[in-house]
């Protein structure tokens, strides 16, 4: 009997904890972020959609744009001899009070070959925050003979799909950006948390509860071996 009830604890604690975790991950991953896209056509960068959505795993978002690329501008950028030979795409996002950007950059012409259809990862980690973006165009090398062959439009849209990767590293960013990154992380966090004006107990709650409950079985237990215990002894006199 007193094997049956540490096996309950056990199984009762172990329940605790994964049902803390789970609570934990899901504040993190389930809350409501903001995205701005821009790209650097021309040598600038300019917001072409902006968006909100909460992060989920593994699932793809159509990226709604609010402006097209003209013909004539299409034609310049199909032109090698220009300055800006890489495609550079700047996410920005905001979460609470956290805000930051991630980059990433391919070569301008896999974007041209497919007339601005590419796809966004990016990659969260375990708090929710947005450490690192690849982007894919699903063809690996630049084909300078098929770039007269594409189809003359007067405006081109751009066909963006984006998706969250999380608990995933991603493609690592430079270790001064790393840095700065997580500076404005943790001050970020420390804004939060100062404004934050919730009661102790309101705030902390699900790290409080496991120990209480815990403490209440042990003390349960104990009070039945030690009646267990007490009863033995009367029964042998």
């Known amino acids: 009997m007193m094997f049956e009830q540490k096996n309950l604890i056990v199984v009762f604690i172990v329940l605790i904890l994964q049902f803390n975790s789970i609570t934990t991950f899901d504040d ?10 821009e790209d650097n056509l021309d040598g600038k960068f300019s917001s072409f959609s902006k968006m909100n959505t909460h992060l989920s795993r593994q699932t793809n978002v159509d ?9 004539a501008q299409f034609d310049r950028l199909v032109d090698f001899k220009n300055d800006y030979p890489y495609y550079t795409l700047k996410i920005h996002f905001k979460r609470g009070a956290i805000q930051d950007y991630v980059m990433t950059s391919i070569p301008m012409c896999l974007v ?9 990862s990016l990659y969260v980690n375990e708090n929710g925050y947005i ?8 063809n690996s ?7 007269n062959e594409i189809e003359k439009k007067a405006e081109y849209n751009y066909k963006v799909t984006m998706r969250f990767q999380l608990n995933e590293v991603g493609p690592q960013p430079d270790t001064q950006r790393f840095l700065e990154k997580l500076k404005r992380q943790q001050e970020a966090k420390l804004n939060a948390q100062e404004a934050d004006n919730r009661p102790f107990v309101l705030k902390y709650w699900k790290y409080i509860v ?3 409950v815990i403490m209440v079985l042990q003390s349960a237990f104990t009070q039945d071996a030690g ?11």
Do not use: E, K, W
């Not at 990226?63 to 013909?71: A, D, E, H, L, N």
């Not at 450490?131 to 699903?138: D, I, K, L």
């Open 28 to 37: 993190a991953t389930d809350a409501l972020v903001s995205l701005n896209f």
């Open 63 to 71: 990226v709604t744009s609010s402006r097209t690329i003209s013909s």
């Open 112 to 120: 041209l070959q497919t007339q601005f259809r590419y796809t966004v």
């Open 131 to 138: 450490v690192s973006a690849q982007m894919t165009t699903g």
């Open 141 to 147: 090398t630049c084909n300078l003979s098929n770039m």
């Open 210 to 212: 496991p120990v209480v």
């Open 227 to 237: 009646g267990s215990g007490g009863g033995g002894g009367g029964g042998g006199q």
